[in-house]
């Protein structure tokens, strides 16, 4: 019976960090398309079919009054619209969105950005859009080309990756290794009030991040975290550069060095071996095995 309530509880702990990184890592594109207001998306969409007719004095018109009046505005659009106008257009596809309001201005500002497919090209568009008196400004505009999608380009590949990445994953996989192991000791050593070993077990340290597309390693000393294993694995956008987090795992750590510490004794009389820690009591022992211990421990 005792075994059988182990399990479940061990089940239960599954089950929910299942739960928590199937939402970790829930449809991004959906969740974008519902925050994205349907009129800003719209508008931004014509503009980029605005700059692709090269009506471009429309184009001007639509543009923010602090940046209307600079000369070069033009000679930009036509430039965008030369890269827009290289080849026939497949397809459309909103990527990332970011809104902000100054509340000096009372302006809003919504960010886009838009990955274009052409026949034998990509490119990626990105504007800011403000709304200032209820009117749409265009604030910034530009795009420039990609080498592939960026599907392609950021995607979380192990093929020809630096020695850094390598060894990044191979840090990540320890951590996990001791957080399962330190798992199953707070079951093993009967350990009182489980649940809170458990979360204690998520507390991290210190946060060393990498960006698997570029390489780029960082370092935060002074930073406490609670991640599934003390790691993390997501994206800032649908198809952004993965950012892996890890950090020191304080509570698995703190389990495993304690269960160092911890005696074996073989009974003779049901031919099993036993982990003691004082500090957990020794339900488990027969009483011959018990009268041992105590008999070796007096002075």
């Not at 930009?76 to 827009?84: M, Q, V, Y």
């Amino acid at each position: 019976m005792e075994k059988e309530i182990k399990k479940g509880y061990f089940t239960s702990i599954l089950l929910c960090c299942a739960v928590l990184l199937f939402f970790n890592s829930c449809n991004y594109q959906n969740a974008m398309k519902k925050i994205t207001p349907a009129k800003i998306d719209k508008f931004a969409q014509d503009y980029i079919n605005i700059i692709k007719n090269r009506n471009y004095q429309t184009a001007i018109g639509l543009l923010s009054p602090e940046i209307k009046k600079t000369p070069t505005n033009i000679k930009a659009l036509e430039k965008i619209g030369d890269i827009l106008n290289i080849d026939e257009l497949v397809s459309i596809e909103q990527i990332s969105y970011h809104f902000q309001k100054k509340w000096k201005t009372k302006c809003r500002s919504h960010v886009l950005a838009y990955q274009l497919e052409f026949k034998k090209s990509w490119i990626i568009v990105n504007i800011r859009i403000d709304i200032i008196k209820d009117k749409k400004y265009i604030y910034a505009f530009n795009a420039n080309y990609l080498p592939a999608s960026l599907k392609t380009i950021n995607a979380f590949t192990l093929s020809g990756k630096s020695f850094i990445h390598y060894l990044f994953i191979l840090v990540a996989l320890s951590i996990i290794a001791l957080d399962i192991y330190a798992l199953i000791l707070i079951f093993k050593l009967k350990m009182k009030k489980k649940w809170l070993w458990i979360i204690f077990i998520f507390i991290g340290i210190c946060a060393f991040k990498i960006n698997w597309s570029t390489g780029e390693f960082s370092f935060q000393l002074f930073s406490i975290s609670i991640y599934i294993f003390n790691f993390q694995m997501l994206r800032y956008g649908l198809y952004a550069p993965w950012i892996l987090t890890l950090s020191m795992p304080i509570g698995a750590l703190a389990i495993f060095i304690s269960s160092i510490g911890t005696q074996k004794r073989h009974c003779m009389d049901c031919k099993k071996s036993f982990k003691i820690v004082e500090r957990y009591g020794n339900s488990n022992l027969c009483n011959n095995c018990i009268k041992k211990i105590n008999h070796r421990s007096q002075p």
